[in-house]
Structures are given as C-alpha cells and as structure tokens.
C-alpha cells in the first residue's frame, strides 16, 4: 500500500563515494521531486520530472544527477560524496504540472557522509 | 503506524477571512509536529513546528498548537492575504529521521 517508497532509509557512507537513493511511487503520478532537507528543517527542490523528463533543476553541484527509468521512478545519484551532502532527501510524486498540486511524500533517506 | 491527516481542499477565501487548516495526526510516541507552505512554482518551506504537547509554533501570522490530547495541530491565521495562497503540508517526525507528510490543501485567497 505503499504510495511513495524510498531506499534505503538510512544511508551512511565516506567521503569521496558515489550512491545512489532510489525512489519509487505506485499512485500512477506522473510528476515526481527530489527535496533536500537542510538543519534547519526546511525543503529546497532539487530536481523535478514531468513524464520522465527534466522540468525543475535547481542549483545543485553537478555531482548529483537524477534518473528517470518511468513514470513511476526517479533515482538520485549523488558522485564523489561530500560532508556537506549530509541531509535528509525525501522523494515526492504529483500528478500534473504547472500550479498548486498535492505531493505525496516518501519517508526520507537519511544520508551521513564521514 | 505514524500517520498523518488534513483537511481536503481546496479551500478558497476572501482577503481579511479567518483561516482554519485541519491536522490530525497519529502517532506510536511523541513527535515533533510541522507545517510547510509551498508557494507556486516553488518547494516546500518551513512555516512554523512545535516539539512537545501545548507547545504553540506561529510565524508570519500563522498559529498551530500541538493538543496531544485531541492528536491535532491545527493551523490558523486570522487575517488571511493574497499572498498566503499556496499549498500547505502538515507533517510528523518521530525520530527526526522519518517524516509523514499529509497530502496538502491548498488555499486561495481571493482580494
């Protein structure tokens, strides 16, 4: 029953590493987000896809690049991990485009960089 | 398991109106609770939160209180605006580490 899945939950890894977060919605939706949560709680877009293709793509390093195999998945790959990537990532799926739409989120991935 | 619910909107009112935003949550502990806005084109921010029963967030004219007793954080503001129309999330986290996200309502407010 799950509508927005993410994995893994928790993610911890060193320095200089590549991961990858995958994200996955069964609700049909057909826009889906990857936000950043920063220390003090707050959401910054990251990217957005919009039947799989590229709609938002805020100022992030080019070392995190998104992957949209479907409609129903977005995959974050993040390159040469930093301390600073250290946040919570939550994915998030819409259906349409373009004003207010309720987002759906997934639980989180917290991700420790040492 | 942890869940959270909000009112269905959407809601539309005129500029000045008194704004209520239903949220009920459930919860196996005691969690921090959150409203987020999300303004057009944009992600979601940060509106106010509170950590623990009767604890009241309020930011830019916008209250919740946490009632553990009715596992309710209800959002209001008394003179709502033009700009405070958006999309607005409540949310729980237990641990910090996992957030519940409600479904958004969103609000018009019309001059």
């Known amino acids: 029953d799950t509508a927005v899945s993410q994995t893994p939950k928790y993610l911890v890894t060193q320095m200089g590493n590549d991961k990858s977060i995958k994200c996955e919605q069964n609700l049909g939706h057909d826009t889906m987000y990857w936000y950043k949560q920063d220390s003090k709680k707050f959401l910054k877009i990251m990217f957005s896809y919009n039947n799989k293709e590229l709609i938002i793509n805020e100022t992030v390093p080019n070392r995190f690049s998104p992957k949209s195999p479907d409609k129903a998945h977005l995959n974050l790959h993040i390159n040469s991990l930093e301390l600073g990537d250290s946040a919570v990532y939550f994915c998030a799926s819409s259906q349409g485009w373009g004003g207010p739409t309720k987002q759906y989120f997934g639980p989180g991935t917290r991700l420790t960089v040492t | 398991g942890d869940s959270v619910t909000q009112m269905e909107g959407p809601v539309t009112l005129s500029e000045e109106a008194f704004l209520t935003i239903n949220c009920t949550y459930t919860a196996t502990g005691y969690p921090s609770l959150f409203w987020y806005v999300q303004y057009p084109g944009e992600g979601l921010q940060l509106l106010l939160k509170a950590t623990k029963a009767d604890d009241k967030g309020s930011n830019k004219g916008f209250e919740a209180t946490y009632r553990k007793e009715t596992t309710s954080f209800h959002l209001e503001k008394g003179s709502v605006q033009v700009s405070d129309s958006a999309v607005y999330f409540c949310?729980?986290?237990?641990?910090?580490?996992?957030?519940?996200f409600g479904t958004g309502t969103s609000l018009t407010v019309i001059p």
């Open positions: 949310a729980l986290s237990e641990s910090g580490n996992q957030f519940y």
